[in-house]
T-cell receptor, first 111, second 115 residues
Framework: DAKTTQPNSMESNEEEPVHLPCNHS???????IHWYRQLPSQGPEYVIH???SNVNNRMASLAIAEDRKSSTLILHRATLRDAAVYYCILRLRSGANNLFFGTGTRLTVIP | ETGVTQTPRHLVMGMTNKKSLKCEQH?????MYWYKQSAKKPLELMFV???????ENNSVPSRFSPECPNSSHLFLHLHTLQPEDSALYLCASSQRPGENTGELFFGEGSRLTVL
């Protein structure tokens, strides 16, 4: 399974934008980039995913590098509720939905 | 509320006990998963079921025995566990592989403590 690398932890002030980076230099042309987050005492929840183009949804934006070897999850205005562990995961375009999680980035939001 | 319900939320058992974890999804999905999350370790995929058929067993010890009687229910039967099996066990569901985004919907987990 292709590997992703994320910083162990990041901090952000409340109501400021947050950019969470992810490196995936061994990504193949058929791998989707998925982001999940896990709030304290909860199971992971889906945030966003993309293949080549940047993506936006109500939770976040995903910026994908032109060579697809890295991506950035963007939270436009961090709230205290966004404090969580954020996971960047690669998934094969066709095939099993098996997702293999790494250690993720623990985001702390400072009031 | 994710549409995936796990019971019990907390379980304490001795090494000689037999217990079961239950997962139920109300999303009409046809793939279900068990993950294990130990302290300070990444989530580990344990088992995958598609249309009630097991399609992945990620080298899980036989003291963990999954059962999927239908696409809405998934069980994890536990027997003669070890203290190192103490962890949060997460169930997830999705549409079958290859369809739409492949988004997984997770339950809140069952916190297991083995004494």
């Amino acid at each position: 399974d292709a590997k992703t690398t994320q910083p162990n932890s990041m901090e952000s002030n409340e109501e400021e934008p947050v950019h969470l980076p992810c490196n995936h230099s061994t990504i193949s042309g058929t791998d989707y980039i998925h982001w999940y987050r896990q709030l304290p005492s909860q199971g992971p929840e889906y945030v966003i995913h993309g293949l080549t183009s940047n993506v936006n949804n109500r939770m976040a934006s995903l910026a994908i590098a032109e060579d697809r070897k890295s991506s950035t999850l963007i939270l436009h205005r961090a709230t205290l509720r966004d404090a969580a562990v954020y996971y960047c995961i690669l998934r094969l375009r066709s095939g099993a939905n098996n997702l293999f999680f790494g250690t993720g980035t623990r985001l702390t939001v400072i009031p | 509320e994710t549409g995936v319900t796990q019971t019990p939320r907390h379980l304490v058992m001795g090494m000689t006990n037999k217990k079961s974890l239950k997962c139920e999804q109300h999303l009409g999905h046809n793939a279900m998963y068990w993950y294990k999350q130990s302290a300070k370790k990444p989530l580990e995929l344990m088992f995958v079921y598609n249309f009630k058929e097991q399609t992945e067993n990620n080298s899980v010890p036989s003291r963990f025995s999954p059962e999927c009687p239908n696409s809405s229910h998934l069980f994890l039967h536990l027997h003669t566990l070890q203290p190192e099996d103490s962890a949060l066990y997460l169930c997830a569901s999705s549409q079958r592989p290859g369809e739409n985004t492949g988004e997984l919907f997770f339950g809140e987990g069952s916190r297991l403590t083995v004494l």
